[in-house]
């Protein structure tokens, strides 16, 4: 039986971003994705700090550059 994608409706998904976005500024595009209905996961602590230890230096700064 094949899948009709026209009527194929997803109930749920995980996005997992795997690149750096440059957007100026980046409020508007955080808010345009939440406008859509995508939502943000906070970080633990030790889930922030196993990412602020295994980047290289130049990546994570980059990845936490508005977190500090």
Known sequence: MA?????????SSIIK??????????EKTIS???SIGYTS???DD???GFYKNYWYP????LLFLFKG
Do not use: A, Y
Request: hydrophobic content about 45%; overall charge negative.
């Open 17 to 26: 971003l795997v690149g750096i976005f440059e957007s100026t500024p980046v």
């Open 32 to 34: 345009g994705f939440e």
């Open 3 to 11: 899948i009709d994608k026209k009527t194929l409706k997803v109930s």
């Open 46 to 48: 030790v889930t922030l």
């Open 58 to 61: 130049e990546f994570r700064d």
């Open 41 to 43: 996961d906070l970080l």
